[in-house]
């Protein structure tokens, strides 16, 4: 069993930047693949970015250019930095953990393991 707790999210201006941390009890940086997901008011929960144990990344086509995804491993600790954030980037952030070589395709259903979720609210 793996538990995942975000933190580091807040309210921001639009142009702002905000970095989300993910800790995990378990050593998830070999075989897993981390991502992390968003819901706004109202939407379906969406992907937003994953990362393989060996550092391949993939966004959404929403995100890309302003957000990155990273792995610490020494730490166990999945970030997400977030550069020029608009409104419609305000939402529940959720981190996610799934044991897979390489990565799933970024939806729900393939991700097992789920954190609580933090919140970003970007205004304009």
């Known amino acids: 069993q793996v538990q995942l707790v975000e933190s580091g999210g807040g309210s921001m201006q639009a142009g702002g930047s905000l970095t989300l941390s993910c800790a995990a009890s378990?050593?998830?940086?070999?075989?897993?693949?981390r991502a992390w997901f968003r819901q706004a008011p109202g939407k379906e929960r969406e992907g937003v970015a994953s990362?393989?144990?060996?550092?391949?990344?993939e966004y959404a086509d929403s995100v890309k250019g302003r957000f990155t995804i990273s792995h610490d491993k020494a730490r166990n600790t999945l970030s997400l930095q977030m550069n020029i954030l608009n409104p419609e980037d305000t939402a529940m952030y959720y981190c996610a953990a799934e044991p897979y070589f390489g990565c799933p395709d970024l939806t729900v259903n393939a991700f097992r393991y789920w954190g609580q979720g933090t919140q970003v609210t970007v205004s304009s």
């Open positions: 990362i393989t144990s060996g550092g391949y990344t």
């Open positions: 378990a050593d998830t940086y070999g075989m897993y693949c």
